[in-house]
């Protein structure tokens, strides 16, 4: 599998300002996703990073809130914008089409995220 | 869009037992149903995954069974250990490149 590390691991933030969470991997990857995961809660998916274009949108989730880049096959960003306490939650990002590998999306270590 | 449901919330064994989680999915077009193992403050990590080409595959102590028909797929885990306590997640998706729809979780707690 591919190995995929997330930067912050963890952050403490004020309401009202942003956070910007990369997802690197270590090889090239067709698709790369990002979710959601609130506390005992499941994963929900954000949307999925295209690269060369915009990301694609789950219902209830805006590119102003969370704006997504991916400038290559091996990176990609997660913008919170604006922030509250109701952001605070895991953020993940998933990747899926290593080499060798299809369908299967493996999972990033998570950023921890704490609005105050 | 897709829907899956799992059961149970919270599953409680003892060492040495069986246990089983069952989920269904809506979307008759979903054809790659993984299964996902999540440990306190870890990443989920993936345990075992079935295509809709087959109907059961196995690897050591765990099973996964799928009936398209009835558009259900369960997880079997034998001879359960303590270190098998985790939250457990279904999932459902069209297959590469589509996305993946998760069920709510079941929490396995294995007693020694």
């Known amino acids: 599998s591919a190995v995929i590390s997330q930067k912050p691991s963890r952050d403490i933030c004020q309401r009202g300002t942003s956070l910007t969470i990369q997802c690197q991997v270590d090889?090239?990857?067709?698709?790369m996703f990002w979710y959601r995961q609130q506390p005992g809660q499941s994963l929900t998916l954000i949307a999925t990073?295209?690269?060369?274009?915009?990301?694609?949108?789950e219902s209830g989730f805006v590119i102003d809130k969370f704006p997504i880049s991916r400038p290559n096959l091996t990176f990609s960003t997660l913008t919170v914008s604006n922030m509250s306490p109701e952001d605070s939650s895991i953020y993940l990002c998933?990747?899926?089409?290593?080499?060798?590998?299809?369908?299967?999306?493996?999972f990033g270590p998570g950023t921890r995220l704490t609005v105050l | 869009g897709e829907n899956v449901e799992q059961h149970p919330s919270t599953l409680s064994v003892q060492e040495g037992d069986s246990a089983v989680i069952k989920c269904t999915y809506s979307?008759?077009?979903?054809?790659?149903f993984p299964w996902y193992k999540q440990e306190l403050g870890k990443r989920p990590q993936l345990i075992i995954d079935?295509?809709?080409?087959?109907g059961e595959k196995k690897d050591q102590r765990i099973a996964v069974t799928l009936n398209k028909t009835a558009k259900h797929f369960s997880l079997h885990i034998t001879e359960t250990q303590p270190e098998d306590s985790a939250v457990y997640f279904c999932?459902?998706?069209?297959?590469?490149?589509?996305?993946?729809?998760f069920g709510k979780g079941t929490l396995l707690t294995v007693n020694p």
């Open positions: 998933s990747v899926e089409g290593a080499p060798g590998i299809t369908d299967t999306q493996y």
């Open positions: 999932a459902a998706s069209k297959g590469s490149n589509y996305k993946l729809t």
């Open positions: 990073a295209n690269q060369g274009s915009e990301a694609t949108y």
């Open positions: 090889s090239q990857v067709t698709m």
């Open positions: 979307d008759s077009a979903s054809n790659y």
């Open positions: 079935i295509r809709s080409n087959v």
